[in-house]
């Protein structure tokens, strides 16, 4: 059945994969599905035609068959449960890969967009600035922890898994400002994610999306 998931026609940052498509697009590789992607402008997302699929009017979406799911971890999660690659075969390890997708999505992603929406979303505000090292801290404060754990270790529970894939891609979004530097162990974690095959394919393609010229020239 053919896979379809949905993308940025034009994603905000330019090609550099750290719209949500592309964790879906890593996984999708992992797990050898082909897929094709429908592209969707913003005033598309906002639409009914878009909004039956996402509620919330926003990409990926999933859609095979009869079946449409929208969130990430759980287009990740449905594919890591429907196909070896993602997730291992014990039932404790696996307990625990899926436990590392939710601490990549709840616990590690939320201060890393609230860092995103202060640089960003509201960089004109004029508490912005002050509230800047605080938002810093609370990922620091997440990241010194995540460290520690990682340890000496390639990946966070024995072999990859969509656990990785979550947490690598969240950690991806810190590159921007400058803060995965600062600690050596993650960017070396992150950097071995990127060079997975399946990430290079997947990176490609969002690539080739967002820097292909307009048709409008
Ligand atoms: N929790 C949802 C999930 O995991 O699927 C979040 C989905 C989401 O936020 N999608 C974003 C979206 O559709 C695109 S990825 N936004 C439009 C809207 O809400 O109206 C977010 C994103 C955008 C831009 C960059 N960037 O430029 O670096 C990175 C990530």
């Not at 999660?77 to 436990?99: E, M, W, Y």
């Amino acid at each position: 059945m053919t896979i379809t998931i949905t993308a940025f026609e034009r994603s905000p940052d330019g090609g550099k994969g750290l719209a949500r498509d592309t964790r879906v697009r890593w996984a999708l590789e992992e797990v050898g599905q082909p897929y094709e992607v429908r592209l969707v402008s913003f005033r598309a997302m906002k639409e009914p035609a878009h909004l039956r699929l996402h509620p919330f009017g926003q990409i990926p979406t999933y859609e095979e068959g009869d079946l449409v799911l929208f969130e990430t971890g759980a287009i990740v999660f449905h594919l890591a449960q429907r196909h070896p690659g993602l997730l291992p075969d014990d039932a404790n390890a696996r307990a625990r890969a899926i436990t590392w997708m939710f601490a990549a999505l709840n616990t590690v992603e939320p201060p890393i967009l609230d860092l995103s929406n202060t640089r960003i979303a509201e960089r004109d505000k004029p508490w912005s600035q002050e509230r800047l090292p605080l938002v810093e801290d609370r990922i620091r404060q997440r990241l010194v922890q995540l460290s520690a754990r990682l340890g000496d270790a390639g990946w966070l529970d024995g072999a990859f898994s969509a656990g990785d894939l979550m947490m690598v891609s969240v950690l991806l979004r810190l590159r921007p400002a400058g803060m995965l530097d600062e600690f050596p162990d993650l960017a070396a974690y992150v950097a071995r994610g990127e060079a997975r095959p399946a990430y290079q394919r997947a990176f490609a393609a969002q690539w080739a999306v967002n820097t292909a010229k307009s048709q409008a020239g």
